[in-house]
């Protein structure tokens, strides 16, 4: 069983940033999928970034193109998050997930907060 432990959530004010960390208990080169997802209060977790081992370019849904970076640090086996601009409507709970292909064999990290307030 892979663990997932995320880290960097917090309260900001609309226009900062924050860094999302999510450390899996595996080498983040065992797993072909790598993403950060988002829920908002009373509505559907939704895809926000995802990396695909092999090349491609990253996803990103379409709010938070130009803001956000996804990526995966080798040294500390992780796989980050980067928000900058950000808006109120980013206000979410931010789940790390990663999948094995083509077993589809996945994971999901606990939720970190963010909020996003003056």
């Known amino acids: 069983q892979v663990q997932l432990v995320e880290s960097g959530g917090g309260l900001v004010q609309p226009g900062g940033s924050l860094r999302l960390s999510c450390a899996p208990s595996?080498?983040?080169?065992?797993?072909?999928?790598l993403a950060w997802y988002r829920q908002a209060p009373g509505k559907e977790r939704e895809l926000v970034a995802r990396l695909i081992s092999g090349g491609g370019s990253p996803y990103y849904h379409a709010s938070v193109q130009g803001r956000f970076l996804i990526s995966r640090d080798v040294a500390k086996n992780t796989v980050d998050l980067q928000m900058n601009s950000l808006k109120p409507e980013d206000t979410a709970v931010y789940y790390c997930?990663?999948?094995?292909?083509?077993?589809?064999?996945?994971?999901w990290g606990q939720g970190t907060q963010v909020t996003v307030s003056s």
């Open positions: 595996d080498n983040i080169f065992s797993f072909n999928i």
């Open positions: 997930n990663v999948r094995r292909l083509p077993s589809a064999e996945e994971y």
